[in-house]
């Protein structure tokens, strides 16, 4: 698992370079490969100090700790209840980026502004069973059944659960969903009229864009962006007046 979590910890940092960071709150995790239950990210960081594999814990699918150090977050019941209902899903994330979790607060679906929103089966769902935490296995039901067949859901007034098939299809529709709604925003707050393309050019769209190829060299862009970041010989940036 060393290097899941490696490249875990990767994804981590490069979702709070892109707008999912919110203090300490946040999380991904992987399923253990020998069946274990899965590796969360440990509390009391945020998602930009995950530096690698020491930064997790292994739970069970009860949510005990079986290995690593400190102590899991709350919101496990999220990472168990998807894992249990998707043999599909491999990654599980939930985070607060902020456009998304303002969007999350409306009753329009997601729309096609721009090329972003294409990467999902539209509308996005929306989960409203509550605002709070999801702290028990009850909740962490509902929110999965709201996910259904989806890799992404809405949580009302609170944030995003969002998971993948790998490391970099998660971490990419985390991305995507939070450019698709931040779009929607300034769209909708312009007051100018718009469209978004029929279903037809929706779904031929999609079939272009959501392919692993397209995801491996996103995932490929945003290591090398997040590499420009915390690189020690970076150009030295550029001001305006």
Same mark, same amino acid.
């Given at each position: 698992?060393?290097?899941?979590?490696? $490249?875990?910890?990767?994804?981590?940092?490069?979702?709070?370079?892109? #707008?999912? #960071?919110?203090?300490?709150?946040?999380?991904?995790?992987?399923?253990?490969?020998?069946?274990?239950?899965?590796?969360?990210?440990?509390?009391?960081?945020?998602?930009?100090?995950?530096? #690698?594999?020491?930064?997790?814990?292994?739970?069970?699918?009860? #949510?005990?700790?079986?290995?690593?150090?400190?102590?899991?977050?709350?919101?496990?019941?999220?990472?168990?209840?998807?894992?249990?209902?998707?043999? %599909?899903? *491999?990654?599980?994330?939930?985070?607060?980026?902020?456009?998304?979790?303002?969007?999350? =607060?409306? %009753?329009?679906?997601?729309?096609?502004?721009?090329?972003?929103?294409?990467?999902?089966?539209?509308?996005?769902?929306?989960?409203?069973?509550?605002? =709070?935490?999801? $702290?028990?296995?009850?909740?962490?039901?509902?929110?999965? =059944?709201?996910?259904?067949?989806?890799?992404?859901?809405?949580?009302?007034?609170?944030?995003?659960?969002?998971?993948?098939?790998?490391?970099?299809?998660?971490?990419?529709?985390?991305?995507?969903?939070? $450019?698709?709604?931040?779009? *929607?925003?300034?769209?909708?707050?312009?007051?100018?009229?718009?469209?978004?393309? %029929?279903?037809?050019?929706?779904?031929?769209?999609?079939? *272009?864009?959501?392919?692993?190829?397209?995801? %491996?060299?996103?995932?490929?862009?945003?290591?090398? $962006?997040?590499?420009?970041?915390?690189? =020690?010989?970076?150009?030295?940036?550029?001001?305006?007046?």
């Amino acid at each position: 698992m060393h290097e899941d979590l490696t $490249k875990l910890a990767t994804a981590h940092r490069i979702l709070e370079m892109e #707008g999912h #960071g919110d203090m300490t709150l946040g999380h991904l995790s992987i399923r253990d490969r020998d069946g274990a239950g899965f590796w969360m990210k440990r509390n009391a960081i945020g998602l930009g100090e995950v530096m #690698g594999p020491e930064d997790f814990v292994l739970l069970d699918w009860d #949510g005990a700790k079986t290995s690593g150090e400190g102590n899991p977050h709350s919101e496990w019941p999220i990472h168990s209840e998807i894992y249990r209902a998707r043999d %599909d899903v *491999q990654v599980v994330a939930h985070t607060h980026p902020y456009h998304a979790c303002v969007f999350s =607060a409306t %009753d329009e679906p997601l729309r096609a502004v721009t090329l972003e929103a294409n990467y999902f089966e539209l509308p996005v769902p929306r989960y409203a069973g509550t605002a =709070a935490l999801i $702290k028990t296995a009850e909740l962490g039901n509902e929110l999965a =059944a709201a996910l259904a067949e989806n890799f992404a859901v809405l949580m009302a007034n609170h944030g995003v659960t969002f998971c993948g098939t790998s490391i970099e299809h998660a971490t990419m529709i985390g991305i995507f969903l939070e $450019k698709a709604c931040k779009a *929607q925003l300034l769209i909708g707050a312009s007051g100018l009229p718009w469209t978004a393309p %029929d279903a037809e050019v929706e779904a031929l769209r999609r079939g *272009q864009i959501m392919t692993p190829i397209h995801i %491996d060299h996103c995932w490929g862009y945003y290591c090398r $962006k997040l590499e420009w970041h915390t690189g =020690a010989n970076r150009p030295a940036p550029l001001f305006t007046a």
